[in-house]
């Protein structure tokens, strides 16, 4: 059985620093392309960042690129985001995804508020 296991949301002020974790079981983790994606209420999934290895590059999302950054380590078959200068729109679920040409599995998310 196949789980994504998101953690380390919360709140924390505007400028403040969160990182998430994503623990993978019951797949070849190496074989995944592993995203992050968010959901700000009322609003569209959006794509964060991904990451094809640990030896790859990862790609963002405009809107963090600069203030966020992805790692996977692929020895404990999980992904991180952290996450610096947080902004209020950052506020949103984020979910953890893994995907191969066949199968795509996601997290239940975690929260992230940004609030003064």
């Known amino acids: 059985q196949v789980q994504l296991v998101e953690s380390g949301g919360g709140l924390v002020q505007p400028g403040g620093s969160l990182r998430l974790s994503c623990k993978a079981s019951?797949?070849?983790?190496?074989?995944?392309?592993m995203k992050w994606y968010r959901q700000a209420t009322g609003k569209e999934l959006e794509l964060v960042a991904s990451a094809f290895s640990s030896s790859t590059v990862s790609s963002y999302a405009h809107s963090v690129k600069g203030r966020f950054v992805m790692d996977r380590d692929d020895a404990e078959s999980t992904v991180y985001l952290q996450m610096e200068s947080l902004k209020p729109e950052d506020t949103a679920e984020y979910y953890c995804?893994?995907?191969?040409?066949?199968?795509?599995?996601w997290g239940q998310g975690t929260q992230v508020t940004v609030t003064s």
């Open positions: 995804n893994a995907q191969d040409r066949i199968n795509d599995y």
């Open positions: 019951g797949l070849f983790f190496t074989r995944y392309l």
